[in-house]
């Protein structure tokens, strides 16, 4: 490798990719152009980045397989920051497969953070837990090693254990300052500020506060009675009842809840449960159908019980009754919340991240930016959405894979 080609490949490590771009920027030999793309997607030119990857892979020859597996991954990681989550994976995985093979432990690495990140970032957190017990960043690069307390954090967080997540930013933080990368280090102040943003909030007898991940991990601890509007269960510090499935049956214990310790009138329970107005016989009977189901998965919780004017929640123990829902609630609040980490995204990584089909997402998309809460930019595939400002909540308890 000569010496220009050293030298910018240096530049791009140490966070300088005009450094970089001043010693290559006019050569097209295959290991420029891959140097050349590196630096552009750190300058944040994704799409001329990708161009110039693909076209290094190609001019590498037969015998240097360890040169494209590189470029591969460098393509994978402008996929990710681009969020395109559709980008194969199995390329990334042959990639890797083949720098270890050929010995290049910190690029294997790498692509394992990668490849991580993406099931993080589509709320797989069994398989990005599993996945990443089999790294062991003490040998790797400052630069790694903050990536890889990035993603322990990252699960921590949407685990809901603030401590452990606490302590992985701080490992992170100082290895991101010993790489001396200041778009590392602005990654790791990003992560850190969704702690200190509020996650939740909480309503308890008609008052309702924003909590903390910390006051929710409390929370979730203590001997209350949660309704969690967020994960769809009912549960107490030993017990979990899931209502995932059950929407109306979330819906009707949330009412109760949030009128404990008062009972809730039947048409209101009719209005919110089945969304309408006027009540008859049949809303009436099917309401009492619903409350029986409820009482039966409750039965170890709470009790549901009938009063002259409606129902009440009534707890096994003496304790509180708390729901705990959402910062922000709406239609497309999980959506908001992909779209609240600052990063563009397009319809078909958001449709695989929600698990629903792309034509909703665009869809729900377009109603978005006529309420002036997202925007868009570029045309056909190359469309992205954002957030038109900064939200001052964590998206935390809003995304996906929370168990």
């Known amino acids: 490798m000569d010496s220009l080609i050293t030298s910018a490949a240096r530049a791009l490590a140490a966070g300088d990719p005009l450094g970089a771009l001043n010693r290559v920027a006019l050569r097209d030999d295959p290991p420029a152009l891959a140097l050349r793309g590196i630096a552009m997607a750190q300058l944040g030119e994704l799409a001329r980045a990708k161009a ?16 494209r597996a590189r470029c591969v991954v460098a393509e994978a990681e402008i996929a990710l920051a681009s969020r395109d989550l559709g980008w194969p994976a199995k390329m990334l995985d042959t990639a890797r497969a083949t720098l270890d093979a050929h010995g290049d432990r910190v690029n294997a690495a790498h692509a394992h953070y990668l490849a ?19 790294l062991d960043p003490t040998l790797l690069p400052p630069a790694l090693r903050a990536a890889h307390e ?5 699960i921590a967080m949407r685990r809901l254990r603030s401590q452990p997540a606490r302590a992985a930013l701080a490992r992170a933080e100082r290895a991101a300052r010993e790489a001396g990368i200041p778009a590392l280090s602005a990654e790791v102040e990003s992560a850190a500020r969704m702690l200190d943003a509020p996650a939740a909030r909480r309503i308890a007898r008609g008052e309702e506060r924003l909590l903390l991940l910390d006051d929710v991990e409390a929370l979730l601890a203590s001997p209350a009675l949660v309704v969690d509007a967020c994960r769809y269960v009912v549960r107490d510090a030993h017990t979990v009842v899931s209502l995932a499935r059950r929407p109306v049956l979330l819906t009707l214990v949330r009412a109760l809840a949030e009128a404990w310790p008062a009972d809730v009138p039947r048409d209101t329970l009719i209005a919110r449960a089945f969304r309408t107005r006027h009540a008859d ?57 992909f779209l609240s980490d600052g990063e563009a995204w397009s319809s078909s990584a958001l449709a695989l991240a929600l698990g629903a089909s792309q034509r909703t997402v665009q869809r729900a998309l377009e109603s978005l930016v006529q309420a002036d809460k997202v925007q868009s930019f570029g045309h056909g595939r190359a469309r992205r959405w954002m957030t038109t400002g900064v939200p001052g909540f964590s998206a935390l308890l809003l995304l996906p894979g929370l168990p």
């Open 116 to 134: 991580v990140r993406r099931l993080l970032l589509i709320g797989r957190l069994d398989d990005a837990e599993q996945s990443l017990a089999g």
């Open 281 to 337: 016989e049949t809303h009436r009977a099917r309401l009492r159908v619903e409350l029986g189901r409820l009482r039966s998965m409750l039965r170890t919780l709470a009790g549901v019980n009938a009063t002259a004017r409606g129902f009440v929640l009534a707890p096994r123990e003496p304790r509180e009754v708390i729901v705990l829902t959402q910062p922000v609630e709406g239609e497309h609040a999980a959506m908001l919340a």
């Open 150 to 154: 990035l993603v322990v954090a990252g």
């Open 52 to 67: 110039l990857l693909r076209s290094a892979a190609r001019g590498f020859g037969a015998k240097e397989a360890v040169a």
